[in-house]
């Protein structure tokens, strides 16, 4: 949240470990979400409503500027992996900026499970407020059926459950971490999370617990009968849209007042072994932040990292107009390719070379199509693509975490793009997670050109395809292509050839202040 001249970062945190467990509101603050300030925990188990832990849940800043946080509470260690309740903090002094102190008044919990999986009852999102009332709601699930439960309240301590929830849907299993927020139908400005007037969409997400990837869906909000109705053409279900199509888990978003914009904010965590996060001291990220708005055709968001993220940019190399032909590299040198922004925007002249996509991947799972497809095709030869940008690579090519596209021929003669971070030999390491995550492209091919845009640092590839049209985000640990060992290139490995339109590469500096 942003409150007096501050952003406000709220995260779960074990102070005695690189592990799960022994959960805890960490807090930091920053001017510019990009150097951070480390302060002391916002929340602690103190109280019996949150004696076993302080979950996860939201800020809302309530009439007055007074912010307020709802959070879950354990108050049992059974059933497993907790008793869950829902509770509210207050700031201590809200005179002060940093909001150092926090108060967890007597009355909690203000939600209490009656009906619901008392095991599965958590993360109550932002509040909103329409009709009188403030609302707000609860992730859960009735054996195999997601469910966000409703909650009104007219002073933000006494909730009343709805008689119905707010959405369900059956075979999706336990929603983590629901977000609830409006979209403007035009322009990219975001919207306060109240808003309902001129021109808006409301959008749904969640996190699934037991695919631990996210998806969301754009609709209507009924004001009357509080619920929500995900627009006809959208997947209501694993298959649907997801804001990333790789590590990237228990998002949430927030409106940023003085600068007019929705912000979100995604954790990813390890891709190592619970015993290389021990050896390192620490596991789990937060991902930079990217504003977030609707594509002008309605039909998903766009993210692009905040602007702040260039104060960051140091060395530049920056051409145009470069041809690859089939199975051609070109070396990026001059930067600090282990820490890097790259932008670069791809030509072609023509569509013919494009390769049939085979029916029978329509057998393949639908929710993980597009990464069962570059898990298959990979870098191997192809003929519009695969080509893209060959980051963290070793001298010789043992390690190398490609980030490209290739362009499929379907029925029609439409086309399909696919979108991959393939991280299966960014390691010589046989103990990490190396997935070929992917995602689809749903853009006019016609122009013959895709651009891209991936950050780099270190462990961590963020790709934005189409200006954030298709997002991926990787954990690699390469064991040879570590910092100044590491190496970038740009590729083609198709028979059509490509160019190189616009290419910029800037050395990434780190930020003043760092938790």
């Not at 990333?244 to 990813?268: C, E, H, M, V």
């Not at 298959?376 to 010789?396: E, H, M, N, R």
């Amino acid at each position: 949240m942003y409150y007096k001249g501050y952003y406000h970062l709220f995260y779960q945190y074990n102070p005695k470990g690189a592990v799960w467990g022994n959960i805890v509101w960490a807090h930091s603050v920053s001017k510019d979400m990009i150097n951070w300030i480390s302060l002391k925990p916002a929340i602690i188990p103190s109280k019996p409503f949150d004696k076993y832990g302080c979950w996860s849940g939201s800020a809302t800043i309530l009439p007055g500027n007074k912010p307020v946080i709802l959070y879950t509470g354990i108050i049992a260690k059974k059933p497993k992996p907790g008793y869950q309740v829902q509770n509210y903090a207050i700031p201590a002094n809200y005179s002060d900026p940093f909001l150092k102190e926090w108060i967890k008044p007597d009355d909690n919990p203000i939600v209490k499970p009656t009906h619901e999986n008392v095991s599965s009852f958590r993360d109550p999102t932002t509040a909103w407020f329409n009709n009188g009332r403030w609302k707000m709601i609860v992730g859960s699930k009735h054996n195999h059926r997601g469910i966000a439960y409703l909650y009104r309240s007219r002073d933000f301590v006494k909730w009343t459950k709805a008689k119905h929830t707010f959405h369900d849907k059956p075979d999706t299993g336990m929603w983590e971490c629901p977000d609830f927020y409006p979209v403007s139908t035009c322009g990219t400005n975001g919207l306060e999370t109240s808003t309902l007037v001129g021109g808006v969409k409301h959008v749904f997400k969640v996190s699934l617990d037991a695919t631990r990837f996210e998806y969301y869906t754009i609709g209507t909000y009924n004001t009357i009968k509080d619920k929500y109705y995900p627009g006809t053409t959208f997947v209501d279900g694993w298959a649907g849209l997801r804001y990333d199509y790789g590590n990237f888990y228990a998002s949430k978003t927030f409106f940023d007042p003085g600068q007019n914009r929705r912000i979100l904010w995604g954790w990813a965590n390890e891709s190592s072994t619970a015993l290389e996060d021990t050896t390192k001291g620490w596991a789990g990220i937060q991902l930079i932040p990217r504003m977030v708005w609707l594509h002008p055709s309605g039909k998903q968001l766009m993210q692009w990292p905040i602007h702040e993220l260039e104060s960051l940019r140091g060395d530049r190399l920056h051409q145009t107009d470069v041809t690859l032909n089939k199975g051609e590299m070109l070396e990026v040198n001059g930067i600090t390719v282990a820490q890097a922004d790259v932008e670069v925007t791809f030509t072609f002249s023509s569509l013919d070379e494009a390769e049939t996509f085979d029916p029978e991947w329509s057998k393949l799972p639908s929710e993980n199509l597009a990464m069962e497809i570059c898990g298959i095709k990979g870098t191997k030869q192809g003929g519009l693509g695969p080509f893209g940008v060959l980051t963290l690579a070793s001298k010789k090519l043992e390690e190398y975490t490609p980030v490209f596209f290739r362009v499929f021929k379907t029925l029609g003669n439409k086309h399909k793009i696919l979108m991959c971070s393939d991280a299966t030999h960014s390691s010589l390491n046989k103990k990490v997670y190396k997935p070929p995550f992917a995602g689809f492209v749903d853009v006019d091919i016609g122009k013959k050109k895709l651009s891209l845009r991936i950050l780099i640092d270190h462990s961590v590839v963020e790709s934005f395809g189409e200006g954030g049209m298709t997002v991926i985000t990787s954990r690699v640990y390469p064991t040879l292509a570590v910092g100044r060992n590491a190496h970038l290139y740009l590729f083609n490995n198709g028979t059509e050839s490509i160019t190189l339109e616009k290419f910029n590469v800037w050395s990434m500096n780190s930020p003043h202040v760092m938790n």
